[in-house]
């Protein structure tokens, strides 16, 4: 399904068309068309999945349509359990509303709150914020939301680990009771169900839509999928774990460059695990020996770039790793089709990495289907700010719409700020203040 069938209209499928998004997401086909017919949404997705888009979108929309001869008060509200994350969803905000006449801005705590007042002063349609600085605004009066229509909050159950419900109870009782409201969790315990009864509580007469893009539990006789959230550098002492922890009889190890390849077997030898690369650089005599090799089990492990494996008639695997994922996703349907043939039981893992998401929203949307994350003791994601939050600062305006569509002044905090914050949060404890918020759990929030 093309993203021009969820109902968006033109100056968003340009913007999201920019972005190279293709397809949407299975948490946006899903969310897309409730978000627009008004409905209170409660959706268990996790990160990566586009659950971002899936809810801006149709915010976007809904407002670019009923446009209003309001006031300067806010419209949406996004609350977020981190300022990371905070900077990232208003990141995605302006990206996708480049082509409209709709502004926003991130609040959160950790920098000067007075140039965030003066922003608010001009007016904000969508705001996102965290719960400390929120709080703080609007015990200084520089916060009204009695013309709120939307409210979403962004990963209810890391408010709920983060101590948050308190602060979020507070601000939902300031909030006008005839409003939209959309919470997005990666899990739904009970106490994210709670959140969202009370969170819904104002529309008892509309009950809230629930969806869930949970990965679907595949039989036994297929393909088992699953990744992992793996910083790049560490990818190798991961897949070395994984090989003698779980005892892999064999795998099908893919990798983008050669170099890479090369240096991947050594690394596993030095971990005590015989690997062979095949990639362009190999002769065709040394690929054939490998090859026979491998299919005949003497090699348990073999490294391999896609466009060396292309070619390969491999037989029946019992696991394929994208130790890179492919960027796209005919390729990955390729790679984890060598595994499970003929009613055996295949894994393929993939190890997702720092700017991967984009590429795996796209896997996800081919297949309409979330693969199962996993995490494993002792890979947890380093805490660090993403690249894309630190390239945030946006030095010249963004391209001139095309005709059609209308101008822009997505606007966020002060650059200034959002770097600063950006910095001060990465590879130090950042401090937990009274009106503040907690520090990152995890990056990719
Ligand atoms: P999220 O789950 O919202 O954190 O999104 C994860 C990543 O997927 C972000 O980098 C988005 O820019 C990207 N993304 C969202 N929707 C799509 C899509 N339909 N196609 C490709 N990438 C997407």
């Given at each position: 399904?093309?993203f021009?069938?969820?109902?968006?209209s033109?100056?968003?499928?340009?913007?999201?068309?920019?972005?190279?998004y293709?397809a949407?997401?299975?948490?946006?086909?899903?969310?897309?068309p409730?978000?627009?017919?008004?409905?209170?949404?409660i959706?268990?997705?996790q990160t990566?999945?586009?659950k971002?888009?899936?809810?801006?979108l149709?915010i976007l929309?809904?407002?670019n349509?009923e446009?209003?001869l309001?006031?300067?008060?806010?419209?949406?509200?996004?609350?977020t359990p981190?300022?990371?994350?905070?900077?990232?969803?208003a990141d995605n905000?302006?990206?996708?509303?480049?082509?409209?006449?709709?502004t926003?801005m991130?609040?959160?705590?950790?920098v000067?709150?007075e140039?965030q007042k003066e922003?608010?002063?001009?007016?904000?349609?969508i705001?996102v914020?965290t719960?400390?600085?929120?709080?703080?605004?609007?015990?200084q009066?520089?916060?009204?939301?009695?013309?709120?229509?939307v409210?979403?909050?962004d990963?209810?159950d890391?408010?709920v680990?983060m101590?948050f419900?308190?602060?979020i109870?507070?601000i939902?009782?300031?909030?006008?009771?005839a409003?939209?409201?959309?919470l997005?969790s990666?899990?739904?315990s009970d106490d994210v169900?709670d959140?969202?009864?009370?969170?819904t509580?104002?529309?008892?007469a509309?009950?809230?839509v629930?969806?869930s893009?949970?990965p679907?539990?595949?039989a036994?006789?297929?393909?088992?999928?699953?990744?992992?959230?793996?910083d790049?550098?560490t990818?190798?002492?991961?897949?070395?774990?994984?090989?003698n922890?779980?005892q892999?009889d064999?795998a099908?190890i893919?990798?983008?460059k050669?170099?890479?390849?090369?240096?991947?077997?050594?690394?596993?030898a030095?971990?005590?695990?015989?690997?062979?690369?095949i990639?362009?650089?190999?002769?065709?005599?040394?690929r054939?020996?490998?090859?026979?090799?491998?299919?005949s089990?003497k090699?348990?492990?073999?490294?391999a770039?896609g466009?060396a494996?292309?070619?390969?008639?491999?037989?029946?695997l019992?696991?394929?790793?994208?130790?890179?994922?492919?960027?796209?996703?005919e390729?990955?349907?390729h790679r984890?089709g060598?595994?499970?043939?003929?009613?055996?039981?295949?894994?393929?893992?993939?190890?997702?990495a720092m700017g991967?998401?984009k590429?795996?929203?796209?896997?996800e949307?081919?297949?309409?289907?979330i693969?199962e994350?996993?995490?494993?003791?002792g890979?947890a994601?380093?805490k660090?700010v993403p690249?894309?939050?630190?390239n945030?600062?946006?030095?010249?305006?963004?391209?001139?719409?095309?005709?059609?569509?209308?101008?822009?002044r997505?606007n966020?905090?002060?650059?200034?700020?959002?770097?600063?914050a950006?910095?001060?949060?990465?590879?130090?404890?950042?401090?937990?203040?009274?009106?503040?918020?907690?520090?990152?759990?995890?990056?990719?929030?």
């Open positions: 399904m093309p021009s069938n969820l109902g968006l033109d100056p968003i499928l340009h913007a999201i068309n920019e972005l190279g293709t949407p997401t299975p948490i946006q086909k899903q969310a897309i409730i978000i627009l017919s008004g409905k209170d949404l959706a268990t997705a990566g999945t586009g971002t888009a899936a809810f801006v149709p929309e809904r407002f349509q446009r209003t309001r006031g300067k008060r806010v419209r949406a509200l996004i609350i981190t300022r990371e994350l905070a900077i990232q969803v905000v302006a990206q996708y509303s480049r082509h409209l006449n709709l926003s991130a609040v959160y705590g950790g000067d709150v140039p922003r608010l002063i001009e007016g904000v349609d705001l914020a719960t400390g600085r929120l709080l703080d605004l609007a015990h009066r520089a916060l009204h939301f009695d013309e709120l229509e409210l979403v909050l990963e209810a890391r408010m680990d101590g419900v308190g602060d109870n507070k939902i009782d300031r909030l006008p009771e409003r939209q409201n959309l997005f990666a899990t739904m169900r959140i969202a009864d009370r969170f509580d104002s529309k008892v509309s009950p809230a629930e969806i893009v949970s679907k539990t595949k036994a006789n297929t393909i088992h999928q699953w990744l992992i959230t793996v790049k550098d990818k190798s002492a991961l897949l070395s774990h994984l090989i922890e779980q892999w064999q099908l893919f990798i983008e050669k170099h890479a390849a090369a240096k991947l077997v050594v690394q596993l030095k971990r005590g695990i015989v690997a062979e690369a990639h362009g650089d190999r002769s065709q005599a040394m054939e020996k490998i090859l026979a090799d491998f299919k089990g090699l348990k492990y073999l490294v770039t466009v494996a292309r070619g390969l008639d491999i037989g029946e019992s696991r394929v790793v994208n130790y890179d994922l492919p960027f796209k996703p390729d990955y349907i984890i060598r595994t499970g043939r003929a009613g055996a039981t295949g894994e393929a893992i993939s190890f997702v991967d998401f590429n795996l929203c796209a896997i949307s081919r297949l309409d289907q693969i994350r996993k995490e494993i003791d890979f994601v380093r660090e690249v894309s939050v630190l945030f600062v946006r030095t010249s305006k963004p391209p001139m719409p095309k005709s059609g569509s209308q101008k822009s997505s966020t905090a002060p650059p200034q700020n959002r770097a600063n950006a910095h001060k949060s990465r590879g130090k404890k950042a401090s937990v203040d009274k009106n503040d918020d907690r520090p990152n759990k995890h990056i990719w929030g």
